[in-house]
């Protein structure tokens, strides 16, 4: 019989560098019981089933996460996903199967508390300092550029009307995502860095994120785990669960 | 006869740095005009009557601050104040005055957009990653260290609950502001720059504002000018003004 | 006749940005006297010659560059050129054309003593610490991207044997400048920047300069006037003029 | 019988941190043996004896490096001494110790690569800019402040003429080392970084080094291994071993 007020949690890509990092500090909470532990190939609605998960945990690739997330809501689960790479038709997807399933699913592309500050708050400050550029910096091994992330908050910034302080093609003005200019550097001995640099007249204004290590994602992947079950249908980004919804 | 719709100015401190570099952009707004610029040992009640002054600015001494305050409400004009140096009593007795005299008083430390955005997303942050330290760096002109501005976000800071990362009476750990630790740099080239840096587990979130020129503080000044007549008695800080009042 | 001592100086472009930010500080300088300023469409061999001048200073356009030097040289004096754009068939030319007529000219890209040593730092640097980029931000009026100097530094490190972190086609990834990456922002309250990024196994180091107003330029054009009239041929950079020669 | 070319090392305070980042990748090497592990309380002499020591490698505290020198000395061995905390007279006697026993210790508070150019950029730079300030930061477990790495720079960079941008006794303003000023902050999220503020006029220049973890410091134990046998005599920092004298 399941311990009162402990979560029961499937983790799925357990043996990729996030399952890694994060695997040890899941266990150690004390609400948190990690049921089962699976990888690609698996049968994750088998898993999630006979463990009678309450939250299936998933960080594996962008390939098998929109059918992970019909896997674990037919096991009766509810989800929180870390792989990044769903399109908009995927997330509407997912919303309403969710819906359907009366069941809850966070999808974020970062979990680092001041990540979701950092995404919050250059919102805002678009709206008064609309000429901005993203630079990001990741360790050599990352495979796309710019970051999920990145990518991310170009699209946050675009909406708040945000747009690059001057237009042009050359190669070195970067990407143009929506009209906000995103540069990737690549380099060892830095392992996450974003940078949201603001001007206005006379003044200049950057908010700047780093995360050392995989730990940083600990405590919002925990805050997703234990709130995901007082939701129905599909959650964007950490910053509901952390701050509350805004009016 | 005061023309329909455009605010009559009374400029106390019109020869300092801010005076000068404020007065050109605000005489080139539509809707301000400068019926009067004033200096200490000038009569600012007298002159605020002559003129009909409808807000007088003060950027001139901490010394003189509350006997203008007094002189521009006993002259039936609303207060913009640049000057620093308040104490709570001051304010207190300033915020009374006001209210009696039916005037609104906007009393900032900073006018600059990116600054009063970095000292909201400072307390914001607070809550979520407590441990932070302040670094301001000014021209080695400035007489005071810490600045009027980074002291005041350390209150803010302390109030919403930050710290810093150790304590320790090390003149390197710099002045301990109820908590807060801030580190003031005078150097050569550089005219106004301030840092928050926020550390948790694993990852670190700094906010960075820089006022190349004096020319920041006009929008927050025009603003101040545009809003205050709507107020009635203190308010601190440009935040509302800028933003609205938050729930 | 000639005070002793004294430098006489033809400044051409006095009318451009450099150039009314340069002229009162070398007006100032107690051996230095400006004898003419030429514009555009002057006959500046002419001019230098009715003036006797000793040295001609050019911060014009680089389309006239070339002739400009030719004309100095034609007209007996000395150059500091402080226009870019030059070809190295070009710096050939000139050089071959210094030599004949035995007179020095100094071609930099920027006059910044910061911007200098930075340079000089970051090429040796590059020999320690291969993997390396580039992050220049300048206002948006700037018409180029990238800048000419940070064109220079990823020059100078590609020569000194870095490379990018990471190769790699994509928009956000910036322009590869023989094998170093250069990333251009464009925003208002920022007037030049130029940050060069090194990573290593657990550790990164930063060189970031900033220059906040043109008369960062002067003490360098200074010290090329009165370098110039020592040399023979032509000198790139201010590294000589500035640190002597390296062994 | 000692393999030809293979370097014996003993390594006192196997059991600290850094003992236990380094000593994989020093086993790792192929001209390094480790031929044995000492902890505090171990005859250090004995062992370097017996083990038939080339170098001792010392990373225990400050108040035994000393008498480990001593040890190392009487043993045959040269030395590797990465703990800080000597004064001068202590460095002097070690001097002559060395010299007496024909052998080589290098002494230096920091081996990352990228530190030591860091120091070796700052000195050269205060000769052109001396107006500047040091800022570092460390993980909330530091014990000291400054640390001895921020203090060796502060005392080269006072040697090479350096100067606060202003004096003055405001707690915030830091402290004073030799006239430049130190400012420590204690953060989690963030392992070690140094940055060093120059001023001038118009301009700024800033290195900053960030050692993300202690495998930064492998390079440089190693290279400091590989050169100490044929130095004798002792050897400050580890400038002259990665780049040559400087003439």
Request: aromatic share 4%.
């Amino acid at each position: 019989m399941t311990e009162a007020g402990v979560i029961r949690v499937v983790f799925a890509g357990a043996q990729g560098r996030m399952g890694r990092a994060l695997l040890p500090g899941l266990a150690a909470a004390d609400d948190v019981t990690i049921v089962a532990e699976v990888e690609q190939g698996d049968d994750l609605e088998r898993r999630a089933r006979e463990t009678r998960a309450d939250v299936v945990v998933d960080f594996t690739e962008p390939a098998s996460a929109v059918s992970n997330a019909d896997a674990l809501l037919a096991a009766g689960a509810h989800g929180v996903i870390g792989t990044t790479g769903f399109t908009e038709a995927d997330l509407d997807r997912l919303d309403l199967a969710a819906r359907k399933a009366g069941r809850g699913l966070i999808v974020a592309p970062n979990f680092a508390l001041g990540m979701v500050l950092l995404q919050r708050f250059a919102e805002e400050a678009a709206r008064y300092l609309p000429a901005v550029e993203i630079v990001e910096t990741h360790h050599p091994d990352k495979l796309d550029a710019p970051s999920g992330t990145a990518y991310d908050t170009a699209r946050r910034l675009a909406r708040a009307g945000a747009r690059a302080g001057r237009p042009g093609a050359e190669p070195a003005r970067g990407l143009d995502v929506d009209g906000v200019r995103v540069h990737s550097l690549r380099l060892p001995g830095i392992a996450a860095r974003q940078e949201v640099h603001f001007g206005g007249l006379g003044e200049a204004l950057l908010l700047r994120h780093d995360a050392a290590g995989r730990d940083c994602y600990l405590p919002g992947v925990l805050a997703a785990i234990r709130a995901v079950s007082n939701r129905v249908g599909l959650v964007r980004g950490l910053e509901d669960v952390l701050f509350g919804e805004r009016s």
